[in-house]
Each structure stands twice: as C-alpha cells, then as structure tokens.
C-alpha cells in the first residue's frame, strides 16, 4: 500500500513539472516573437527592447568595425553587449550610441 502511494505521487510529480515545463516553454516562444524593429524608435529606444533577450544584435559602428553580441545594458550615451561572438564569448564591449551607423538583427 505504501509503495503504491509513493508510485502515484512520484507519477503525480512529474505531470505536474512536465505541465510547468511545457508552459515556461511556450512563454519563452512568445517573449522570441514579440521583438520587432521600429523606425520611429531612437536607437537606444530599440536597444532596450533586446535587453535580456537572448537574441543575438550585430551593430555596425560609423567606423566600419562590427560587433555581435547580446545587449546586456543601455544607458543614455553607452550600450554594453556582452558574449561578444568570434571566440570573444567572455569579453564585453562598451559602445557609443552616437557611433552607431547600423543595427543588424535576426528576426526569423
């Protein structure tokens, strides 16, 4: 009788992480769509719509210089990416807005 009960209990357990799993799982979907480019957003103003995203933003600067990474912070006059791609997952960048000539994002 005992193991019976912890049979249906251990069952029981693991339908309802299977059920919360299967939900966080489909916010996160929804959060990866919801993220869109907007022509009348100032580009820190887009910035800040991929902050603690987990998609990746190329920026390309006035100089000719690109970065891949994820935007981690946007302040008024800086952005940090941070995992920057290339094998630089470990270093982060500090840019300037006003540098920014272009922002290159995958949204399919």
């Not at 990866?32 to 022509?39: D, F, G, I, S, T």
């Not at 902050?51 to 970065?67: A, D, Q």
């Amino acid at each position: 009788m005992i193991q019976a009960n912890r049979f249906f209990y251990l069952v029981l357990l693991s339908l309802i992480f299977a059920m919360s799993a299967t939900q966080t799982f489909a916010q996160t979907e929804k959060a990866k769509v919801e993220v869109k480019l907007n022509a009348d957003f100032a580009m820190s103003d887009t910035l800040k719509t991929f902050k603690g995203t987990k998609k990746r933003v190329s920026l390309l600067l006035s100089n000719g210089v690109s970065y891949t990474g994820l935007v981690s912070d946007v302040g008024s006059h800086f952005v940090v990416l941070s995992q920057l791609g290339g094998g630089k997952d470990f270093f982060d960048a500090l840019i300037q807005l006003e540098q920014i000539s272009a922002l290159e994002v995958q949204v399919r």
